[in-house]
């Protein structure tokens, strides 16, 4: 048993024992170096093995911290998976590959990660995710980390629960140098125990060289602690044999940890056969040890420093260069030992490096692609394909939201270094992380003379890719006239096929009133398009809900998630879940936005797309707002703007004004409900916005009605008119139908009464126009022909979880003298994320492909079945999407 170490061991033991009773848990030993978390893993795998689970390990290596995925590459090899980083997809699809590759173990497995500080970013980023995902899986994932500022950052956006490691107490500290050292003087204890300072390290390393060799062996204390542990390592190597050093040396810069392989690699260094006799020396100084599989473990990894430390560049060189021989089957290996054997710029590496990373950014790899460009542009000898390489290094990190590098490779990079049509990119990146961040339409008129200037070069197909970096902020940022003139006019003059999609989904994203229409009609026929793919039908599905056709954005946007998951394009997949979120929102869909939102929002913070999630905690709010929970609704709202007003990004304040009036429509609240709406309308507020007030028009003729505030909305719908006219977008049009209804008073119109929009995927419109039909009916005491209209617009609202609205239509409906009960909602026994996979259970997804669309294991989706079929009384999928389908 450990000494001074119970309390730590208690929390370790009882992850331990809950994953073997199908409870998974990730947890993290944390501390400074010899601090006791190598011994305190050791143990947890000792008596998980006992205790019949199967162990997994793996390390971080100073040496390979940038060949991504080197640490799942050992992973996956002890569970007989062979791993090609390039024809993987992301971090976090290969975290969901290892936990399914462990739970197909049929057994209770402890993944022990040591040094994981050391982890290449690309594997910590899946372990990591993994981690959090252990549900109703039977692993406990362990990982080993040292203090550092950078590990501070990691462990923050880790997620896990962590175990700190402090030195031991005097006692204790005593306690385990008698153990190693019993013969020491009183004096020499008392000179080890100081230097050592509760370091179980420093006591069990610094009390044997006490032993052997007395107080000489007891480095000056103003040295640091892990230096002179790292001495007393590289005083034992230095008294082995010169092939078993340089054995240690190349299983030291190795990234594998196969025996054969180092003895290989040695060899050609040595330029004499090695072989594994060799080793045997520092396995009996238990220095390293070799296990049945012929795999190498190091003593303590600062033993791996030590020997690095004490080689010259030139032997560390020529090891790399020995290890890239050896491993001339395994190129993506390979290429990374190359790379650390070069002496100077070398553009043959250098090239081979981008084409690794071209191959890795096709797979959406993108961790493997950073690290490739990187060390691409230290060994680029043309000064341009190095600045280059650097800016696209630059854009990945981007993508992954790792400001820090991005910023450490922007400031390698000058603006003037750069050709004018790689400008506007190097501007953007400088803006959003160097910059003042968001600056509204201040630099879009600087990034659109760059693009031209690339189509102008003749690089049009760059120029588009800047244009579809720029629709977004071209929809948001409310830019005037003059400059969405100039957009268009620029997208109009590329000579792009008709046919790339590319050039309509800028279009219609960034000029949804000046070319909607036309942007409408392309979008239409593409509907039943076979063959896009999932980034086209994505791409696509963004731009209809830009121009307002949120049903044919639905219907574009829903058949890419299942692919965009299986490729792990997750920066694509989490836009088209806060689309989606978004499209119900404004289609009054309140089930389904809540839905997506969550999904949208969880994802989001995965992979640190702030704004992303800011969106999508808007469209919650939307979804509360439209189901009643006016608490839930106000508290979202306040939050988003708080950091919409930090950030200076004004015209987005507009969707919190829409959750504002919903949430007051809503409770009744009629007069605030306009006050809120309306300043969406007025070009003057700083809230204004001339595209999310199109999806407002229904909810502020409704107040305007109950308000009776009719006087001031027609203005509004004036000005509407001819806008509707030029851009024909649907949620306008249908809006207007309903608000023109709301002016005209007629209490005797009926359905059909005119030739407006077709409403049949405008639900929520249709049936707040038959309620507000049947109120006039009955109240001008036409009580018969009210029924109907009010029956229909109940039924509607319940469905779509417009709960207030519901019981508005069922109110009038008893004033009429009919009672109609309001639906028992079964979903509401439900958690959020039940309700996710219970929904897509009911649409016929099998539990691998809903693991697979939210990142869990198979086993965690039955476990949640297990626990939905009982809350629903239902007993297969097929009655479960029955309960579903009714309201």
Known sequence: MLVGRDAQWARLHAVLRSAARDQGGGLVLRGEAGIGKTALLAQAAATARAEGMRIVTAAGVQAEARIPYA???????????????????????????????????????????????????????????????????????????????????????????????????????????????????????????????????????????????????????????????????????????????????????????????????????????????????????????????????????????????????????????????????????????????????????ARDLAKTAIRAHRSQAAGVAQAALERAAQLSEDHTERVLRLLWAAELASQQGDGDTVRRLLAQVGSEELRPAHRARYAWLHESFVGAGFTGTTRLGVYLDLIDDMRRTGDANLALSSLIDLSLRMHWSNPGDALRRRYVEIAEALDTPGDDYRALAAMATAAPIERGAASLERLERLRHRVGLSAVALSELGVAASGVGAFPLSNHLLLPSIADLSRQGRLGLLVHVLNSLAFNAAALGDARSALRHAEETVSLAAEIGLGQVGLTGRLSLAMAAALRGDGERARALADGAEAVLIAAGMHPLLSQVLRVRGVEALAAGRAEEAFRELRRMFDPADPAYHPYLRLTAVGHLAEAALLADLRPELAPVVADLEPVAGQCRNPALLAALHYAREVLAGDPAARPGDDAGPDLAAWPFERARLALTRGTRLRRGRQILESRPQLREAAATFDALGATPWADRARAELRASGESLRRPVDATAALTEHELQVAHLAAAGLSNREIGERLFLSPRTISTHLYRIFPKLGVKSRGELAKVLADP
């Open 71 to 349: 640490v799942i590459h050992q992973l996956l090899r002890q569970v007989g998976v062979r791993f090609d980083p390039d024809g993987e997809s992301s971090p976090y699809r290969i975290g969901m590959r290892v936990l399914d590759r462990l739970g197909d173990l049929g057994e209770p497995v402890l993944l022990a990660v040591e040094d994981a500080h050391w982890a290449d970013a690309p594997s910590w980023d899946a372990l990591t995710f993994l981690g959090r995902r252990l549900e109703s899986d039977r692993i406990a994932l362990v990982m080993t980390v040292r203090d550092g500022d950078d590990v501070e950052r990691r462990l923050a956006a880790a997620g896990l629960p962590e175990i700190r490691l402090d030195p031991l107490g005097p006692q204790a500290a005593a306690e385990l140098l008698d153990r190693i050292a019993p013969g020491l003087s009183p004096a020499l204890r008392a000179r080890v125990l100081d230097a050592a300072a509760g370091n179980p390290l420093g006591l069990v390393e610094l009390g044997e060289a006490a032993a052997r060799s007395g107080a000489a062996a007891l480095l000056p204390a103003a040295l640091p602690l892990s230096t002179r542990v790292e001495r007393t390592f590289s005083a034992l190597v230095a008294e082995l044999p010169e092939p078993t050093r340089a054995l240690l040396l190349t299983a030291a810069l190795d990234d594998g940890d196969a025996l054969d392989e180092v003895t290989a690699a040695t060899a050609i260094v040595r330029g004499r056969p090695v072989t594994a006799a060799d080793a045997e020396p520092a396995v009996r100084t238990r220095l390293m040890a070799v296990d049945e599989q012929y795999r190498i473990r190091f003593r303590h990894p600062l033993l791996r420093s030590a020997l690095a430390g004490s080689a010259t560049a030139e032997v560390r060189r020529a090891t790399h260069a020995a290890l890239a021989r050896v491993l001339a089957a395994e190129p993506g290996r390979q290429i990374w030992h190359r790379a650390a054997a070069a002496a100077g710029p070398d553009e043959a590496i």
